[in-house]
């Protein structure tokens, strides 16, 4: 059964960083893509980044080029994103999302088919 823990979440002051973590267990890790959504109050869920499988490659959405980064350590069937200098906006819940095995490098919710619980960041002006 696969299993994606997010933690890392908080409330910080704007210009904060954090550091989120997506801990994967059950069925394949290194031959998926990975991927972090963002859902706010009252709005859809929307792509923030995604790594693809053996590191092929990463992409970002715009609002958050330059602020967060995400990486992936397939030794330990973790996925990690680096938030730097938050601001308000980027207040909502994160979810850790995995691909089918050789998923592409998608920006859509349907390239992923399982989904964390997902972690609270709230940023304070």
């Known amino acids: 059964q696969v299993q994606l823990v997010e933690s890392g979440g908080g409330s910080v002051q704007a210009g904060g960083s954090l550091r989120l973590s997506c801990a994967a267990s059950g069925g394949t890790f290194r031959i998926n893509t990975m991927a972090w959504f963002r859902q706010a109050p009252g709005k859809e869920r929307e792509f923030v980044a995604a790594?693809?499988?053996?590191?092929?490659?990463?992409l970002y959405a715009d609002p958050v080029k330059g602020r967060f980064t995400i990486s992936r350590d397939d030794a330990k069937n973790m996925v990690y994103l680096q938030v730097n200098t938050l601001k308000p906006e980027d207040t909502a819940v994160y979810y850790c999302?995995?691909?089918?095995?050789?998923?592409?490098?998608?920006?859509?919710?349907?390239?992923?088919?399982?989904w964390g619980q997902g972690t609270q960041i709230t940023v304070s002006s």
């Open positions: 790594i693809g499988w053996r590191n092929s490659g990463t």
């Open positions: 999302a995995r691909s089918r095995p050789w998923g592409d490098l998608g920006r859509t919710a349907d390239t992923y088919n399982y």
